[in-house]
């Protein structure tokens, strides 16, 4: 009678236990699941070599013919370059301003737009 009752509980034991593994959890938070499953795309034992190119830019310098007296029409839309020292240039004279037009500077008078000079610049 002692081993009935002892495999009774015993059995029970078990029993209860493999139907708690089986209940969810109350306290699980609800989280959205995805739809995709992540896939690795590289394959073991294929590695891609991954190095940085360098690439040289060539500079392409477009070159405007600029005649001294020619009249630049469109030299008020240009900002004025103060600091000519900088970049090179002589000092301007009375009335005249250096402007950069593309990769060339100019020198305009303020009053007609009438070239006096120009340099490629560097």
């Known amino acids: 009678m002692k081993r009935i009752v002892l ?17 969810a959890p109350m306290n699980a938070p609800n989280a959205p699941q ?4 992540q896939v690795d795309w590289q394959k073991p034992g294929k590695h891609v070599d991954v190095r ?7 500079v392409v310098v477009k070159r405007s013919h600029w005649h001294n007296g020619q009249k630049y029409s469109s030299w008020k839309r240009h900002q004025p370059i103060r600091d000519y ?4 240039l002589h000092r301007p004279g ?4 250096w402007i950069r037009v593309g990769n060339d500077y ?3 008078g303020v009053l007609s737009g009438v070239i006096f000079g120009a340099l490629a610049a560097q």
């Open 106 to 108: 100019v020198l305009v």
């Open 85 to 88: 020292g900088r970049y090179g």
């Open 52 to 58: 940085k190119r360098v690439v040289k830019k060539t």
């Open 34 to 37: 995805s739809n995709y499953s």
């Open 7 to 23: 495999s009774a509980l015993a059995f029970s034991m078990l029993a209860a236990t493999s139907l708690t593994g089986q209940a």
């Open 94 to 97: 009375r009335g005249q301003e």
